[in-house]
């Protein structure tokens, strides 16, 4: 009512991408890039042992970033062990995002019963964080590589619930939605019309929340060693072997490190600038 | 407000009976529990003993009833290495983990809040720019890389190991609180930044009050209200963060006897530690619901 | 725009004078100028209202008495004398001694003006702390002036919290703290524009009880000249951060000699609306309505009855206004009558059947004949959708093929004011009032006998109010739709309506046709209701064009 700015209509300016943010996509598109297309740059295959070449630090001759106690080459390893975190990483994001989304609306809409259940699991699932879920889990059934997805998936997956069961409650209760249900819409209609995709960028902000702790709690766990198990490898197991030779090779320790590091801190940043422009309070004028 | 304490200890109430019967179903799907609770030299005599007094001859939610009892006893098994109680491995090692926690936390608030704070209160400057940078850095530095480069940068400049009990607790602390640090500078500075613009501040400026004293009168009690939230929720993380610190520095705390159980399968153990992790995480959430009661006056009214 | 003194005798001094102010600002704005040279002056004991709409720039001049101006808004030309002296530069800290203890200044949002987590008592000692009054004189002080704004139980309102308080205890408790330092000047930047109409005539009452008792010069900000026509001496209209007109409030209100002012005292005092048919045929008829909100569980239950026993009939073409406050229940009232809640008791009978217990299909099918208005038009379209397919969405949902829904609904669109690209846009692009005739299209799209306008216009400006209501009138007529309009706004209420209801706690205290409740209103609730409009009496005796 004081304001000064009027309310005719205007038209929106796009925001210049700021160079952080374009400095993370860079290293997004080039982590991606060097998960495909790595092997092509390395002639040695990522279980390939070799005895004379045990412990080299980068830049030796053949091993351009050094190799390990068994004489693997560790770019090979770290292409390979980029395509399963990258692998687990989003398949699990997403897993969570669907999951976690669909209960929350679910609670949303149907209120009663559905909802308490709902609430219920949401509450027992914030009183343990997931890392103490999956351990539990670890230490009961075997490591299969689909065990170890199904968990990392759950992580945060309670935060979509909540969020989707609050955006849809008050969606419901918003003009828009109660005009076209004046307007004789069906239930089906107005969900999927109106309020779905009014409420998916509040999923979408949260993906990119999300992403970067997925990778981290992987990392984390396959740093452990109750991961990604041998054969197969990920950044954080890469760093789980190399770990107790911290002072003579470093490199199998940092180099995984950084990219993990870099990776995250890329995501985050992309998602918090996609949050500044997705933020609803920009979106209508007033 | 009656209704208010009632509803809060009910749900608490609810959250743990659902954690203790899923860690009940699981541990039943898993295998047999009566061998996997006793030590694995004792005689098929003890573990039939166990069987029967677990009744696992009786029908699922007659052992669930009888798991209950047993927990309420504290009853909470043998681990399968040591055939020492869980609760009093647990014990042992509570006060390093306790100690490290705390020490993280405490850096956390000290560090976290204040710059946060003045992030807000200097918006748009370089003060505030570099706040926020450290906040994205710490949330995305994965705990053990910086634990790693921490005792790397630490043997080789100054030939001294920050591992093990005997160590400084200040470098795991630093390594733990680091996330925390990092979040509570965000949000204080999110906190901050929308009391300062809200309407009973320029009311007060209206009646003279001058901005330090609205800042430390107005301000801050209302920005206190959503951090003490953020603390209570920061718990889930400094344990999640504990494991995994704990580990890098060989700290002998729950942590790495937690990983340690799971690496081993000592499932009496696993099932103990997750069981009071819960406890601990649910009282806590009590507590901070509780504290909402006195400090801030609208819940009071409800 | 000067005036020669008035009143008995004595040479009128201005306690303030504002001489060519302007503030300019930032440059992405829509002007150059928050306000551009403006003056005015305000003397002891005067009441000085500064009129305008929205963006009309009115709060930006109190907030530079103030020296609280943004920095994004900086002082250009011009200057501010108060008592004599030249006020400091904005922000500067010598207005810490000015404010409050010689120029207060109060604000819309009473509630929100108060730190939620500490007591009044304690925010108004603060008051008297800062300006060096000793500790032992505070409380005294502090009690004395909330038995001077009329609180019952001063004690008790200084323990509380602001939460506590209703919207009315609350403005009068921050009037108490502007109080505390006896400043000279009070301004109040729309104090009572939160306010149901019965609370703001006590405001406006106490105002002006104070202003005379303390010789206090009043500069009060508002949009609403039935404010004006009730407590200005003098008036200052302002438009764009133009000072249109100014002078006398009794010559102004009489005779607006800029075309603003008129338009603005016009959306005011309506001409009473004339009753072009007297059809009977009930189109719907309520019984003995009754609506409960439930809500808690176990031993928190908790039960709302807000719709209680009503009774009424609306006739095919007619106008009825439901008349009340907040708390009301008339907005519930709407919704059981659209079907958007299932009532607890009584019925709902349209066209001679049966509506309150349909659901499913039948229920839809329905909703053609019953089409709803609703107040906020920024939340009221789905945004992200265009307005074209909104408007048409209603007849497809019916079965219309959606090529034909299309044309019908740009054909709409044209005929409530909007032009032909408007279709394509979004809401987000629209202001309020265009936003609200998109909502009317879409309402008429289904070719409903019965529109319910719940508080269609509540959330406009009022210039722009006059238009929404002249296009509801519009297309009444072209089209023979009932209206049920729903309002706390008794000037619009005797706009539009040819039947009044007026409603309290729930129930139905008074109706008839609305002429007869305007002229002779029977219930003391409605004679209350008419003698705290502020304003609407005055214009009764058809003054204005």
Known sequence: ?286 | MIGYILSRLLRAMLTMLVTVTLVFLFIRLSGDPAAALVPPDAPQSVIDQYSRAMGLDQPLWQQYLGYLAGLAQGNFGFSIHTGIAVEQTFLRRLPYTLHLGGTALALAVAIGIPIGALAAIRRGTPLDRLVMGFSVFAFAMPNFLFGLVMILVAALAFGTFLGGESANVIWPALTLGLAAMGSFARFTRSSVLETINAPYMRAAEARGVPFAKRLLRHAAPNAAIPLVTLIGLSLGALVAGSVVTEQVFAWPGVGQLLVRSVATRDLAQVQFLVLVVAATMVMANLIVDLLYLVIDPRIRAK | MSETASGPGAARVPLLTIDELTVALPPDGDRAEAVSRISFDIAPGETLCLVGESGSGKSVAGQAIMGMLPHALPVTGGTIRFDGAQMPPQRHHDFRTIRSARIAMIFQDAGASLNPVRTIGSQLAEVLAVHGVPRSRRRPRVLEVLHDVALPEPERIARSYPHQLSGGQAQRAVIAAALLLRPGLLIADEPTTALDVTTQAEILTLIARLQREHNLAVLFVTHDFGVVAQIADRVAVMQQGVLVESGQARDVLRNPQHPYTRKLIAAVSPAPRILEHDEETPILQARDVNLVYRSGFLGNRKALHAVKDVTLDIARGRTVAVVGESGSGKSSLARCLLRLEDIDSGSIRFKEEEIADLTGAPLRRLRRSIQVVLQDPFSALNPRQTVLSAVAEGPIIHGTPPAQARVKAAELLDLVGLSAQAGGRYPQEFSGGQRQRICIARALALEPELLIADEAVSALDVSIQAQILDLFADLQSRFGFAILFITHDLAVARAIADDILVMRAGEIVEHGPASRVFAAPEHPYTQALLAAAPGLDLFQKGSAA
């Open chain 1, 1 to 286: 009512m004081t304001d000064v700015h009027s309310t005719a209509p205007l038209a929106r300016k796009r925001p210049a991408i700021p160079l952080s943010v374009k400095l993370a996509l860079g290293f997004v598109a080039l982590f991606v890039m060097f998960a495909l297309f790595g092997h092509v740059l390395t002639p040695h295959g990522f279980r390939e042992t070799s005895l004379f070449h045990r412990l080299e630090p980068p830049g030796s001759e053949g091993y351009w970033l050094g190799t390990d106690a068994r004489g693997r080459d560790l770019f090979a390893r770290l292409v390979t062990g980029a395509q399963i975190t990258l692998v687990v990483a989003i398949v699990g994001t997403v897993i969570g995002a669907v999951l976690g989304s669909l209960l929350g609306i679910m609670a949303g809409a149907q209120r009663g019963k559905t909802e308490a259940v709902i609430v219920a699991a949401i509450d027992v699932q914030a009183s343990l964080p997931i890392i103490i879920v999956a351990l539990f889990m670890l230490a009961m059934f075997d490591n299969s590589f689909t065990l170890f997805l199904l968990l990392v998936g759950l992580n945060g997956w309670e935060v979509y619930a909540r969020l989707m069961r609050g955006a849809t409650l008050q969606a419901k209760e918003s003009g828009y939605v109660t005009a076209v249900r004046a307007l004789g819409a069906t239930p089906a209609r107005i969900y999927l019309r109106h309020v779905l995709p009014n409420i998916l960028n509040i999923a979408l902000v949260q993906f990119t929340v999300n992403l970067p702790l997925t990778i981290l709690l992987e990392t984390a766990l396959s740093f452990l060693g109750l991961g990604v198990q041998p054969p197969l490898t990920s950044l954080g197991q890469i760093m789980s072997e190399g770990r107790d030779r911290l002072m003579t090779a470093w490199w199998l320790t940092l180099l995984p490190g950084a990219i993990i590091f870099c990776l995250a801190l890329s995501v985050s940043m992309i998602g918090d600038w996609l949050r500044d422009r997705l933020d609803p309070t920009l979106r209508s004028e007033r």
